[in-house]
C-alpha cells in the first residue's frame, strides 16, 4: 500500500524566514512519482513539482527548492525567503504501482501561514 | 491555454436532491479524475477515466454516486440523492497519459443541507 505522512500539521513563521515541508512516503513499487501541490486560500490546486523515483537531482525554482532522498522515502519542501504569498495549504503526493494505475495518494497537508 | 474547467463552483441543496457536477478536462487530456476533499478523509480519489472509459470506480461511496464520460471534452459526477455527509470540495483532474501529472480544476463546493 501507498502512504505520505506529512508530520507538520501547521508552521508558522515571520516573512523571509526560510521553511521547510517535511514528506515522507511508503511504497514497494520501485517506480513511483512524487509531486508537491499548492492549496491557496482561493482553494484551487496548483501543481508545483514532480519527481521520478529514478531522478534524485535535487531541483531548485526561484525561492523554492526540493530535496529528494530516497535513502529515507523523504521529500522535502524548502521555501526561501518566504513571502505572505506563499501562505496557503501544501501537499506532497505519491503515485505509484503498476501501469495505468493512476491514484495519487495525497498527505493531509501543512497548512503554512507568512505573517508579514 | 485553459485549465480545467468545473461547474458550478459553488452548490447549495437540501437533502434528498440530485446535485451534478461538471467538468471539462484539458483539451487532449486522456484522462480524467474525481477526487473529493473532507477535513476528516482530506483528498481521495472517487473515480478515474481513460479515453472516456471509466477504469477504477472504488473510490466511489455508495450507489448513489455515478459519474460518466460521454465525449473527451466532458463529465459529469452525480448524487442522487444527496446527504448531508456528501458536503465536500469536489475536484476534476486531467492528465496527457499514465505518466503525466494530474492538473486540477478550481473545484466545486457542495453543501448538502
Known amino acids: ?116 | 491555454d485553459a485549465g480545467v474547467i468545473q461547474s458550478p463552483r459553488h452548490e447549495v441543496t437540501e437533502m434528498g436532491q440530485e446535485v451534478t457536477l461538471r467538468c471539462k478536462p484539458i483539451s487532449g487530456h486522456d484522462y480524467l479524475f474525481w477526487y473529493r476533499q473532507t477535513m476528516m478523509r482530506g483528498l481521495e480519489l472517487l473515480i478515474y477515466f481513460n479515453n472516456n472509459v471509466p477504469i477504477d470506480d472504488s473510490g466511489m461511496p455508495e450507489d448513489r454516486f455515478s459519474a460518466k464520460m460521454p465525449n473527451a471534452s466532458f463529465s459529469t459526477l452525480k448524487i442522487q440523492p444527496s446527504e448531508p455527509r456528501d458536503s465536500a470540495v469536489y475536484f476534476c483532474a486531467s492528465s496527457p497519459s499514465n505518466r503525466g501529472t494530474q492538473y486540477f480544476g478550481p473545484g466545486t463546493r457542495l453543501t448538502v443541507l
Open chain 1, 1 to 116: 500500500a501507498q502512504k505520505v505522512t506529512q508530520a507538520q500539521t501547521e508552521i508558522s513563521v515571520v516573512e523571509k524566514e526560510d521553511v521547510t515541508l517535511d514528506c515522507v512516503y511508503e511504497t514497494r513499487d520501485t517506480t513511483y512519482y512524487l509531486f508537491w501541490y499548492k492549496q491557496p486560500p482561493s482553494g484551487e490546486l496548483v501543481f508545483l513539482i514532480r519527481r521520478n523515483s529514478f531522478d534524485e537531482q535535487n531541483e531548485i525554482s526561484g525561492r523554492y527548492s526540493w530535496n529528494f532522498q530516497k535513502s529515507t522515502s523523504s521529500f522535502n519542501f524548502t521555501i526561501t525567503a518566504s513571502q505572505v504569498v506563499d501562505s496557503a495549504v501544501y501537499f506532497c503526493a505519491l503515485r505509484a504501482g503498476i501501469q495505468g494505475a493512476q491514484k495519487l495518494v495525497f498527505g493531509q497537508g501543512t497548512r503554512l501561514t507568512i505573517n508579514p
